[in-house]
């Protein structure tokens, strides 16, 4: 049954075939999604007692199935945050399937985990964390940020036995990205919701002032501070030095989602913008958004890994081998015990490239998003809403509500011209741009400023 020559021997090429033409297609076609009764209708019952043949059901992925997914690296997809996986990393994806890495266990896979963790070692370095910090790949920053503040919450429960049973309470600005009202919905855990500055960054002036506000017994509840590192709205950084003092006085954990933004580590020209992110006691960067890497792919980073094992490490007979040993076993720095080993696609692409290659395309990104922001300055049908201080753009058309946007952003689509979706700014509706493709140019982007204009 597993063996593919079983099935057809021209398999194997034609998958093969398939990924490398679509890795050098350049562009890949920008797509648009189909309903439900179009894929019905076009792709037929694909599951079936008898099987379609592997050729078949390629055929049906290719003709029918691939159309209808957007391409998230094509150079024109400024929606939400897109992605830009290198060739390296691609490719590599497919040996880490094909060699059925169990990516749990030192024991299992101690040459994937030891290369894993260099690549972890290099983001650690960028954020100036200590030699002893560490942790792990987990699928995205939703899941990062769920088990920061679960090892947070652990670490405070353990220090504090007192507050065994006590709901706890987490700070976060509003602009924290919706995961993190998420991940305190799943703790069952309270958010003191912050307000943002003008810029929509948390400062720690009014992360103190809103500690300072809460009753003693909520300010006992107060177990972990979220400062982001690049918000997915509007792309600025917190206030990240400021925001580690306000927690370290709260006798607070600091977590830094820098899920977005944290790729600019590696950018000298915006460095300065991430000072204290190495006062974090956990960090996030989702590699698959600004550092060129498959699908998916978070580094959980803790500046106390000891403080993580201990929330997550499972116990049980069957895992007593692995317990008993002194090795570094990713299963214990997430809830999760089988694991791709997801880091993999990234190291390759970085052990092959090298990591002056990563500044440089992250910079790369930075100047067209400058180059944009300065076209937009000079376009009388077009204000820049925030000066950019990462790779996020967002402008307004004058003259135009969230119809005309809407209007606007679903014709673009349908003509291949860009996929832009509009987002929302203290209540407008208003155009965002977001830049993570070194292939992105700023002509391209020049000519949807001028379709904005005409339209
Ligand atoms: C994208 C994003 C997340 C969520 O990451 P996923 O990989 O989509 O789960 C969390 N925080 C920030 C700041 C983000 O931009």
């Known amino acids: 049954m597993h063996r593919i020559e079983a099935i057809e021997p021209e398999l194997e090429w034609a998958v093969l075939q398939y990924a490398v033409d679509r890795i050098h297609l350049d562009p890949p076609p920008l797509d648009h999604p189909r309903s439900p009764a179009e894929l019905a209708a076009a792709a037929g019952q694909t599951i079936t007692p008898g099987g379609l043949g592997g050729l078949e059901a390629l055929r049906v992925f290719a003709e029918v199935l691939a159309p209808a997914n957007l391409s998230i690296d094509h150079p024109r997809f400024l929606s939400f945050v897109p992605a830009a996986p290198t060739e390296a990393s691609v490719l590599f994806d497919l040996v880490v399937a094909a060699s059925a890495l169990f990516g749990g266990t030192w024991l299992e896979a101690s040459g994937a985990v030891f290369a894993e963790n260099q690549a972890l070692r290099w983001i650690a370095d960028l954020a100036g964390f200590p030699p002893s910090a560490g942790g792990v790949f987990v699928p995205g920053g939703s899941a990062g940020n769920l088990n920061g503040l679960a090892a947070a919450r652990h670490h405070w429960r353990s220090e504090h036995p007192a507050h065994h049973a006590t709901r706890g309470l987490v700070a976060a600005c509003r602009s924290a990205h919706s995961s993190i009202a998420g991940a305190a919905r799943l703790l069952d855990v309270d958010v003191l919701d912050v307000p943002a500055d003008p810029r929509g960054r948390l400062t720690g002036d009014a992360l103190a002032a809103a500690v300072e506000a809460l009753p003693a017994a909520d300010r006992d509840r107060l177990f972990a501070v979220v400062a982001t590192a690049g918000s997915t709205n509007v792309g600025v950084v917190d206030d990240l030095d400021g925001v580690a003092t306000v927690a370290t006085d709260a006798g607070a954990w600091f977590h830094c989602d820098g899920a977005y933004g944290g790729a600019a580590l ?35 980073l803790y500046r106390q890994p000891a403080v993580a094992r201990r929330a997550f490490t499972q116990q049980a007979e069957y895992l007593e081998v692995i317990n008993a040993s002194e090795e570094w076993n990713p299963s214990d720095y997430a809830f999760h015990l089988t694991r791709r080993a997801r880091g993999m696609p990234f190291w390759f692409s970085l052990a092959t490239h090298g990591t002056d290659a990563y500044t440089e395309a992250v910079e790369a990104t930075l100047a067209v998003t400058r180059a944009v922001g300065e076209l937009i300055r000079e376009a009388p049908h077009l204000e820049l809403v925030l000066e950019p201080e990462l790779s996020v753009v967002v402008l307004r058309r004058l003259g135009w509500a969230k119809a005309e946007y809407e209007a606007w952003s679903a014709r673009a689509l349908a003509e291949g011209l860009a996929f832009v979706v509009p987002t929302t700014w203290r209540g407008e509706t208003v155009l965002r741009f977001c830049f993570v493709n070194p292939r992105t140019t700023v002509d391209e982007v020049a000519a949807i400023l001028e379709d904005l204009r005409r339209t």
């Open 266 to 300: 590696a950018a000298p020209t915006v460095r300065s913008l991430f000072r204290g992110v190495e006062r974090a006691d956990s960090f996030i960067v989702d590699p698959h958004k600004w550092l060129f890497t498959a699908y998916d792919c978070c580094a959980l």
